[in-house]
């Protein structure tokens, strides 16, 4: 038998219900009462009927007692209702009547029309409750104006048709928390009062939500738009801040969260962003903070405002990162693709954006992307570095270009494995990560790999048709007048170039262990042990044939 709860004037009450206790926020009530459609009966009984204001029929519908043992009563505004009765079953709110707190322990229940909810109040679904379904909640004007909306419950979901103001101009933050998932179709008419987001569970905005000047906190769990929800919130770089939760988007939003004018602050323990489908979410404001920005779900995050400034780690979990303006990425900490291609992960760097200094990490072997977009004749050395450090396969390598110039727009896609795509017979040669390139067309260019282990035997190999030769065979331009082969140093110390007089050139640095070559067509790439035989008479014929076993696009 659960012990009947006295009544009182105090800031805080703990209640027992169905044997978990919930603590509930500060409130100002003189009862808490348990609804109740049969008093004659022991225990608690669920049943349709009327929660009203002033007394009439059906409505001595409350017990002061937990296990249903009380006197009937009626209902008073200021008291806290609590809904601990199994089944299913609908309540119609007659009057606007006023709860301090309202508490769902057990049962489907469903309450029509319109209740209010009282100075600092929280209207909450334990762990044990089903599905609850409200109409419409008044906030309660006055200075105490926090109101909490909790669900703890794993079996149902908290949904409420509408949030709105009981006075006109009133301030009312609302702080949304629990490990369940709350769906509010329209959340509106908060004034200044902010919105925060706490907890594992899903919060769901459906319709035009959210309409006021409010900051938006997601502190855990996930903030879910739906499909016809528009956020327009507080302007400035708070106006969205991300600190350990995830916004997601299920619909395209060319302007993000509002305008170039909304920004998005990371917290220190970062935020996600998770566009899914195939939809788009353009973020036009700037991004600031220390926190990492992590993209999540299989549509596409465009990062395009030009100033972004936080300082946290990039990574694409999923879905494709494009950043399109001129510093997008540029001060974030880290680079990381972590999804493979289970979940088609790929960052993209535009044209703005100079990586010379940067270094891209692949942590996912097979499928994980970093494409480089190239304007008109830009330098190839604006693609910075990328760096395969995933586990298994051979230890980690670095692909850099070290020079060549665009022969018009370009799309570098790359990408590490730790297998080949098409089987290589002579595969046990390889001492590196498999290094996939495409998007050069024909340009000339200087590719370099790097990995532990490089000797004199070593070169950058290509995989032509299921064997890795060396890379410069496959080139598509004959071998040039002044081409350098076989060097013992670096690609600087050899004096080649990326241009057609220099074109074949290739060489070994054993001292930075290091391998490059002057070439001119994509494939898959790898670091060899072997020295290629007869690399010279594969230059002086064939070259149509090699040519046409070159993989480009």
Excluded: C
């Excluded at 010279?536 to 044939?545: A, S």
């Amino acid at each position: 038998m659960k012990p009947p709860i006295p009544t009182r004037s105090r800031r805080t009450l703990s209640l027992a219900l169905a044997g978990l206790l919930l603590t509930l926020p500060s409130f100002t009530a003189s009862a808490v009462l348990y609804y109740d459609t049969d008093t004659g009966t022991a225990g608690l009984q669920g049943a349709a009927g009327n929660w009203t204001v002033t007394a009439g029929t059906n409505n001595s519908t409350w017990n002061p007692a937990s296990d249903g043992s009380g006197t009937a009563q009626t209902w008073a505004n200021g008291e806290s209702a609590v809904f601990d009765s199994a089944g299913s079953y609908t309540v119609t709110a007659i009057g606007t009547p006023l709860a301090g707190n309202v508490t769902f322990a057990q049962g489907n229940v469903t309450i029509s029309g319109t209740i209010q909810l009282g100075l600092g109040g929280n209207l909450s679904a334990a762990s044990t409750a089903g599905n609850t379904v409200l109409g419409t909640v008044q906030l309660q004007t006055g200075a105490d104006s926090t109101r909490h909306f909790t669900n703890d419950s794993s079996a149902g979901t908290l949904t409420i048709a509408s949030i709105t103001r009981a006075t006109a101009n009133a301030t009312h933050p609302v702080v949304f928390g629990g490990s369940g998932n709350i769906t509010v179709t329209n959340l509106q008419n908060l004034a200044s009062g902010s919105i925060t987001k706490n907890g594992a569970g899903t919060l769901t905005l459906n319709g035009r939500s959210n309409q006021a000047n409010q900051a938006v906190s997601v502190n855990g769990g996930v903030l879910n738009l739906g499909t016809s929800t528009h956020l327009t919130i507080a302007t400035g770089n708070t106006a969205l801040t991300l600190n350990g939760g995830t916004l997601r988007t299920n619909h395209d939003r060319a302007t993000g969260i509002g305008s170039a004018l909304h920004g998005i602050t990371l917290g220190a323990n970062g935020g996600t962003i998770e566009p899914t489908g195939v939809t788009t979410f353009t973020q036009p404001g700037q991004v600031v903070g220390v926190g990492n920005l992590t993209k999540a779900g299989s549509g596409t995050l465009v990062l395009s405002n030009a100033s972004n400034t936080f300082t946290g780690n990039t990574i694409v979990a999923a879905g494709n990162l494009s950043a399109t303006g001129a510093n997008s990425l540029t001060t974030s900490s880290g680079y990381y693709v972590t999804g493979g291609s289970a979940n088609s992960a790929a960052l993209s760097i535009g044209s703005a954006q100079d990586f010379t200094t940067k270094t891209v990490n692949i942590t996912a072997s097979g499928g994980g992307i970093y494409r480089k977009d190239l304007a008109g004749s830009a330098a190839y050395t604006t693609y910075g570095a990328s760096l395969s450090s995933f586990a298994g396969g051979n230890p980690d390598t670095t692909a850099q270009f070290l020079a060549g110039s665009a022969g018009g727009d370009r799309s570098l896609l790359t990408s590490f494995s730790a297998t080949t795509l098409v089987a290589v017979s002579n595969d046990a040669n390889r001492i590196s990560d498999v290094f996939s390139l495409s998007g050069t067309v024909d340009d000339i260019f200087v590719l370099q790999l790097n990995v532990t282990g490089i000797d004199a035997n070593s070169y950058l190999a290509w995989n032509n048709s299921g064997t890795w030769a060396n890379a410069t065979a496959g080139n598509i331009g004959p071998l040039g007048g002044s081409a350098v082969t076989g060097f013992a140093g670096s690609f600087a110390l050899s004096g080649a170039a990326a241009t057609s007089n220099y074109l074949g050139s290739w060489g070994y640095d054993t001292g930075n262990n290091t391998v490059w070559a002057v070439i001119d067509h994509n494939s898959e790439f790898a670091v060899a042990t072997i020295p290629e035989p007869h690399v010279g008479l594969m230059f002086l014929g064939g070259f149509g044939l090699l040519g046409l076993l070159r993989r480009r696009s």
